[in-house]
């Protein structure tokens, strides 16, 4: 995974289209994703949306994809710590 800075964002074009949970509260703050024309994905924060953005490949995104629905990340989200 790598982190772009300011002016290596992935430009908003017709090809990048920004997506967040249906499940997102409406004040912003929220985790958005994108796939990107390579294959790879870019994951943001919404209020800031010319800000940074971590970068990752097809592979990476299933794992992380795969450890939340197992519940992997559900100690963290709940304030502790990972076991």
């Known amino acids: 995974m790598r982190e772009t800075d300011k002016d290596a ?13 249906r499940h997102s509260a409406p004040g912003g703050n929220c985790v958005e ?12 924060n919404s209020r ?10 097809r592979e990476e995104m299933a794992e992380f ?3 939340a629905k197992a519940g992997d990340f559900d100690e963290v989200a709940e304030g502790g710590q990972p076991s």
């Open 9 to 21: 964002q992935p430009p908003p074009t017709a090809d990048v289209v920004w997506r967040k949970s």
């Open 33 to 44: 994703l994108a796939a990107l024309p390579d294959g790879d994905f870019a994951v943001r």
């Open 48 to 57: 800031h949306p010319g800000g940074p953005a971590l970068v990752c490949t």
């Open 65 to 67: 994809l795969r450890g």
